[in-house]
T-cell receptor
């Protein structure tokens, strides 16, 4: 069965420091992978997506993620965090073994940014 | 036009009562999704409507949950005989037919069952 694991429930990072959020998946075929962000008081927003091709994908707000098939991972990174990046981040997986468009989300990682 | 809207934003109900939650998707979006977000649980898929196809109901947790989508637009999620474990934020999302994974989420309805 497909699943998404975000090992870190909570991460604290200093403003200006780099950030990496981990995501591991289990999927029976080549997955489609996504990162969504939920900022306080706002709805979820798509940050970036991977379907195929280049395994390093760029998203909005300066985020990037790398698909590593051998590690079943899709980690999210940002070189320099801004205070506005404080939010909850969700990794999600979909693909050909599911209904077109159906996503399974991880439990989320809460990011706190300190001055 | 406007984004996905949901109503009510908050709902408090007594155990055993029925509730209806409403979702207005983005105009022109053919796909509509319902999720449930419980504290520390992430987003749980409930049901998915795509155009005129039969909905994917595989995520509904029990037969107390049902949803319909009228005229390919507005959707209503109904929970019958609510239980305390139904307390959560219910999120609706919509997407265009050609980009189903780019889902636009509404603000959610926070349901509290007392």
């Amino acid at each position: 069965a497909q699943s998404v694991t975000q090992p870190d429930i909570h991460i604290t990072v200093s403003e200006g420091a780099s950030l990496e959020l981990r995501c591991n998946y289990s999927y029976g075929a080549t997955p489609y992978l996504f990162w969504y962000v939920q900022s306080p008081g706002q709805g979820l927003q798509l940050l970036l997506k991977y379907f195929s091709g280049d395994t390093l994908v760029q998203g909005i707000k300066g985020f990037e993620a790398e698909f590593k098939r051998s590690q079943s991972s899709f980690n999210l990174r940002k070189p320099s965090v801004h205070w506005s990046d404080a939010a909850e981040y969700f990794c999600a997986v979909g693909g050909p073994t599911d209904s077109w468009g159906k996503l399974q989300f991880g439990a989320g990682t809460q990011v706190v940014v300190t001055p | 036009g406007a984004g996905v809207s949901q109503s009510p934003s908050n709902k408090v109900t007594e155990k055993g009562k029925d509730v209806e939650l409403r979702c207005d998707p983005i105009s022109g979006h053919t796909a509509l999704y319902w999720y449930r977000q419980s504290l520390g649980q992430g987003l749980e898929f409930l049901i998915y409507f795509q155009g005129n196809s039969a909905p994917d109901k595989s995520g509904l947790p029990s037969d107390r949950f049902s949803a319909e989508r009228t005229g390919g637009s507005v959707s209503t999620l109904t929970i019958q005989r609510t239980q305390q474990e139904d307390s959560a934020v219910y999120l609706c999302a919509s997407s265009a037919g050609l980009a189903p994974y780019e889902q636009y989420f509404g603000p959610g309805t926070r349901l509290t069952v007392t």
